[in-house]
């Protein structure tokens, strides 16, 4: 049986994030991974929203105008 202590969520380390060790094609290395903390959330919504302005101000009259859920996921990945 699965003790609660094994699925609880270490918040230090999601938002200081710790070190881990990835090897490619035989070359190790470290990144630093963390979690989506309160603050990258919010800054990936202020660029969301940043591009659909900027797009929406770019179409034509009457043409069918984007929202942050309806932005391509290419223009997303840029964000």
Request: aromatic share 6%.
């Given at each position: 049986m699965a003790?609660?202590?094994r699925i609880q969520l270490d918040a230090d380390r999601i938002?200081?994030?710790?070190?881990?060790?990835?090897?490619?094609d035989g070359d190790p290395f470290e990144i630093k991974t963390r979690g989506f903390t309160a603050r990258y959330r919010d800054?990936?919504?202020?660029?969301r929203m940043e591009r659909v302005r900027?797009?929406?101000?770019k179409t034509d009259p009457g043409a069918l105008m984007l929202s942050v859920d309806t932005l391509p996921p290419s223009v997303e990945d840029l964000c």
């Amino acid at each position: 049986m699965a003790s609660l202590k094994r699925i609880q969520l270490d918040a230090d380390r999601i938002n200081d994030g710790r070190w881990v060790t990835v090897e490619v094609d035989g070359d190790p290395f470290e990144i630093k991974t963390r979690g989506f903390t309160a603050r990258y959330r919010d800054t990936f919504q202020r660029l969301r929203m940043e591009r659909v302005r900027e797009i929406n101000r770019k179409t034509d009259p009457g043409a069918l105008m984007l929202s942050v859920d309806t932005l391509p996921p290419s223009v997303e990945d840029l964000c």
